[in-house]
């Protein structure tokens, strides 16, 4: 009997908090994914970096043994000028000196990448006053590329989804989830097809040292805005039209997020993925309800009142109830 009550007292009070158990269980998938990633991403680069680690000390030792008038010391001390300045995106390689970091197309595109939170890392800052408007200009900016990015694809979403699925829903009679889900994926792979393998082709051919498997890790990086800035196009020494090359690049970028905005929003739009989401909301009190709780309460207090009122009159009724003596002869206590 016990453990029936006891099952039966935990089952309720898993129903009743279901959401928190699921988000719960959620920040567990996530945790144990971010774990996942971290195992797989270690065991597959650690030794292709330990592989890099021994070749530049062989190249070094090599340098050192064919230079014996330089000693580590100094060639330490260049080499961390030459890496510090490469961060900030200036090379002392004669074949890369003729770009400039800071034109006009280069600036546009550090610009768009600021913007969209992209930020390659490629080029940063190099002046105090230029950091302090990178700030300023982020604060304000950053905010306007969202209000911008959302009116934009408010705006497009009609056109692209809502209208078609409509009218498909309505002109054929079908399902209007079934018509949400094939134009969902239909849009995806019209996406994808435009806006990675297409571009990636692209770019393996406008880049000397990209293959296609590179080309398209630099658009699914760019386009989800992770922004690792390990491939950069435009940066070759020999590049040529790199300032159209640099506006077309940041045209892409901006087209290409707010395509990705488009299909996630129609992803979102699925009835399935809304009652998925639900299950990690919160549950919000309807009016109803609230209006029940507080009548509730009240006909509770109410019947608090009128059980102390009833008891208050019983005890008065217990401490007056004495006989009225209407004479002396009434009093038993007299005749005896």
Sequence with gaps: MLQSL????????????????????????????????????????????DQLRQELRAVKKQFLLENECLSEERLERFLKKALDASNYGVSILNNASANWNWDFTSSLFFASTVLSTTGYGHTAPLSDGGKAFCIIYSVIGIPFTLLFLTAVVQRIMVFSTRRPVTYIHTRWGLSKQLVAIVHATL???????????????????LEENWNFLESFYFCFISLSTIGLGDYVPGEAANQKFRELYKVGITVYLILGLIVMLVVLETFCELQQLKQLRKMFYLKKEKPQDRLAILEHDHLSFTTVSDNTGGKNEDKAKTFVSVPTLVSPNDDPMIHH
Excluded: D
């Excluded at 849009?187 to 051919?205: E, K, N, Q, R």
């Design 6 to 49: 006891a099952s039966n007292s935990c089952v309720r009070l898993i129903q009743n908090h279901k959401s928190t158990w699921y988000f719960v269980s959620l920040i567990l998938g996530y945790l144990l994914y971010l774990i996942f990633g971290a195992v797989v991403f270690s065991s597959v680069e650690l030794p292709y970096e």
């Design 187 to 205: 849009l995806g792979m019209l996406a994808v097809s435009c806006f990675f393998l297409i571009p990636a082709a692209i770019f393996s051919a």
